[in-house]
């Protein structure tokens, strides 16, 4: 049997790593999944809402680090994180997406010399400026498995030197996710708690630095959604980092909490379920997520991606995303197009992103953990 860490510690790491623990768990025999929850975003306890909607686990393991800068948040888990694996050492370590626990555990793995497989291996935005992106380089490097989620990442490893042999095209695991909970999804029907009908609002989410560190960049972004909730409701759940952010440059003018439709409307944060039927339902998404570039490209919203790069161009080439940046003018007249009707932005999602690529992850480490 083999011992596997799945390594989870930031909001998308909890919807990636649950659709390969239900896989994984189909072979008692063959895998015994161990969920290590480092705290980076959430302990287990505020984060216990996703872990319940999504059918993962309790945690084995919950290193609690807490928040930090990206060298003491990332040197804290190593730390733990290595205690762990020398007390009950794993056979595989699974790492998801670029946070900082994606990171801080593969460079354990590596030192340790415990094999290592990176979900959404080869994602590139080529900005050397994003942690994120220095986190996917680094995991890709002393990645054995090195799974990724369409072609274009493939071509990505392999132009960085990363052996054939390594790389595994298997789809998208957030998809997965997203397909496994459809019903659930459907049933709740969030936007009525907010006198919302559907499609007929769009969802925002803001809470990247390069947004939110800056008040002039934040404020060329509000300026446009200024314009745009003139035309249609735009409802926010607001991360904690980019609430106290609008405290401290004092833009609470643009917001309201209370149902004024000339103003953003902010709302607590929300759980996965709630936040997907916001999201099916939308008319328009505007955001600086990754992940949120492929659940619309699926669901075949147009999202307007407030950032100057992607590192899933997959979404721009082939499907309903538009980069946008924080450019005032281009956000106001992307977003009028899409609610005139004058877009031709349409989803066109691989093949592969199919709600199985759990099943194919799961099917590689049978055939090379059992050699």
Not at 199 to 218: C, D, G, Q, S, W
Not at 304 to 315: F, K, Y
Request: glycine content about 6%; overall charge positive; proline content about 5%.
């Amino acid at each position: 049997m083999k011992r596997i860490f799945l390594v989870s510690g930031a909001r998308p790491n909890f919807m990636k790593i649950a659709p390969i623990i239900r896989e994984l768990e189909k072979y008692p025999e063959k895998f015994e999944p161990i969920v290590v929850h480092t705290g980076q975003h959430y302990n287990y306890e505020m984060s216990k809402i996703f872990f319940e909607e999504l059918n993962i686990p309790k945690p084995n393991i919950s290193l609690g680090v807490g928040s930090g800068s990206h060298g003491e948040q990332t040197g804290k888990i190593m730390i733990e994180f290595e205690k762990v694996c020398l007390e009950k050492p794993p056979d595989l370590i699974i790492v998801v997406g670029d946070v900082n626990s994606t990171l801080a555990a593969a460079l354990v793995a590596v030192k340790l010399h415990i094999q290592l497989a990176h979900i959404e291996a080869g994602l590139r935005s080529f900005d050397r400026r994003m942690p994120e992106e220095i986190n996917r380089i680094l995991a890709d490097v002393v990645s054995d498995f090195l799974f990724t989620t369409c072609e274009d990442a493939n071509l990505n490893l392999k132009r960085e030197g990363i052996p054939k042999d390594k790389i595994f095209l298997v789809g998208d695991v957030m998809i997965d996710t997203l397909f496994a909970n459809q019903e659930k999804i459907d049933s709740v029907q969030k936007y009525k708690d907010f006198g919302l009908d559907s499609k007929k609002y769009a969802l925002l989410t803001l809470h990247r630095a390069e947004n939110v560190a800056t008040k002039n960049i934040m404020k060329n972004i509000l300026e446009a959604l200024n314009e745009i909730v003139k035309e249609i409701p735009i409802i926010f759940p607001i991360h904690p980092g980019t609430l106290k952010q609008i405290k401290k440059f004092s833009l609470s003018d643009y917001f309201c909490d209370n149902n004024n439709p000339k103003k953003i409307r902010l709302i607590e944060p929300l759980g996965y379920i709630e936040f997907q039927s916001l999201l099916k339902n939308s008319k328009l998404v505007l955001s600086d997520s990754g992940g949120l570039q492929e659940e619309t490209n699926v669901l075949n919203i147009p999202c307007l991606t407030l950032r100057e790069n992607t590192e899933r161009p997959i979404t721009l080439t082939k499907g309903s995303n538009i980069l946008v940046g924080s450019n005032t003018k281009m956000i106001i007249d992307e977003a009028h197009k899409i609610l005139n009707g004058k877009s031709d932005k349409k989803a066109n999602y691989p093949t592969l992103w199919d709600g199985k690529a759990s099943e194919r992850i799961v099917k590689v480490l049978r055939e090379k953990l059992f050699k």
